[in-house]
């Protein structure tokens, strides 16, 4: 295990107050958290502070298109239970964001971090992580993140020779073949809601066959699915000793528990049972705003947040049935990607019945979209017009990355 932090050189420690000063700037300024800021003015004082940071501790990295925040968020109360953690919980999950989260543990055990999937291999570099979760991989921002089978490849080259523990997705033909380049790895019956992106074999090209529920292989390379020791089996997950452990969780949905198996793994990699990690996750509510239920304008909404096609078809899961009324808001900024051509993915039919309201920069885009789907909507101005059309009952909000951040500071949240 990691031992107590190294004192810090007179570099160090410029850089690390000197993006504490930025950060508090731009919180005063109104800007957001000022981690990102914060954590680029310190590590252009030291391009070496994010190694330096990360020396005393037991880092985790987390990566994957969806969720990676709440599974970030589900480890770091679990691992609460064996020492003290210290996590970029609020998302930022680029170098500069991951520094400034690091700047402020000097007395924590364990580094719980989620990483954007472009910048694994490098951060993972620099850290050198005692484990590594990689929960999945889909279409997500094209026009900056890739092909996802190139992705996987710059997993697969950037992890290779890792001595750190892998703890991946067996039922995603992506996240097998970039985790096949370690030599440690634990494999988690995770599931796979969203299958579009993984039809054909990363290793040779084939098509990958599926002969009943996640199993798959390739036929022409015998490229197949790996044996898990870890599994999500409805309400519960299955250990390697073939126990199996109830999930309780406030957060909703396959996907939560399905994240809450896998956190469960890695736990248990640092010595937490099963059932001291499962009971402590139970106290994650929401994260970061997502699953929050506000009040506004005399209505309960509930915010969920939908990035790619994958996370829309696992929110179509989670929201109340028919006639429970449904605001959808997209933008197309920089966070969020550019290209809106993803919303031709998703399988909007799935919304039948629901009264819907479309807000958002690119609320047009979106209206075309389910005009083609033969769906009825409104599109409005502004959340609060879309509030005052819907109908009676609790509102489902469902918005993609820079959307789900205005709907916040709307309904105060």
């Known amino acids: 295990m990691a031992g107590n932090a190294e004192p810090l050189s007179p570099r160090a420690k410029l850089a690390v107050t000197a993006g504490r000063a930025a950060a508090a700037v731009s919180r005063a300024a109104g800007r957001g958290s000022g981690s990102v800021i914060g954590g680029r003015v310190a590590l252009r004082l030291d391009p070496d502070l994010l190694r330096t940071l990360a020396q005393h501790l037991d880092v985790i990295l987390v990566s994957a298109t969806n969720g990676k925040t709440t599974t970030t968020r589900l480890i770091a109360e679990a691992l609460r239970a064996a020492g003290p953690v210290v996590s970029n919980a609020l998302g930022a999950n680029m170098p500069a964001g991951i520094t400034s989260a690091l700047a402020g543990g000097s007395d924590a055990r364990y580094g719980v971090i989620e990483v ?25 921002q094209l026009d900056r993140a890739a092909e996802t089978r190139m992705l996987a490849e710059r997993w697969r080259e950037g992890l290779a020779g890792t001595k750190s523990v892998v703890i991946a997705n067996a039922d995603d033909p992506l996240i097998v073949w970039a985790a096949s380049s370690c030599s440690n790895v634990v494999w988690v019956a995770a599931g796979q809601e969203w299958k579009d992106d993984a039809w054909s074999c990363p290793s040779c090209g084939g098509v990958l066959h599926r002969p009943s529920g996640d199993d798959w292989g390739c036929r022409e390379c015998g490229f197949r699915r790996p044996v898990p020791s870890w599994a999500l089996k409805g309400e519960f ?51 970061a705003g997502r699953y929050d239920v506000v009040a506004f304008q005399g209505r309960q909404i509930r915010l969920l947040l939908a990035k790619n096609p994958a996370g829309w078809l696992e929110t179509f899961s ?81 918005a993609n990355y820079t959307a789900f951040q205005d709907l916040r500071r709307r309904v105060g949240n």
């Open 116 to 140: 954007d999937e472009k910048y694994l291999a490098t951060v993972a570099r620099d850290v050198e992580p005692k484990a590594v979760a990689l929960l999945n991989l889909s279409r997500d």
């Open 237 to 287: 997950v299955l250990d390697p000793h073939g126990s199996a452990w109830p999930i309780r969780l406030q957060l909703p949905g396959r996907a939560n528990r399905a994240n809450a198996a896998t956190s469960a793994a890695v736990a248990a990699a640092f010595g937490v049972p099963p059932q001291v990690a499962l009971e402590r996750m139970y106290e994650v509510r929401a994260v």
């Open 318 to 398: 989670l929201i109340d049935p028919p006639p429970t009324p449904v605001i959808l808001s997209v933008n197309a900024r920089g966070a969020d990607g550019t290209d809106t051509s993803w919303l031709w993915d998703v399988d909007y039919t799935r919304l039948a019945g629901h009264p819907l309201c479309v807000i958002g920069d690119r609320r047009l885009d979106l209206a075309v979209r389910l005009e083609v789907a033969g769906l009825d909507f409104r599109v409005c101005e502004t959340v609060d017009e879309a509030v005052r059309l819907s109908p009676p009952g609790r509102i489902e909000a469902i």
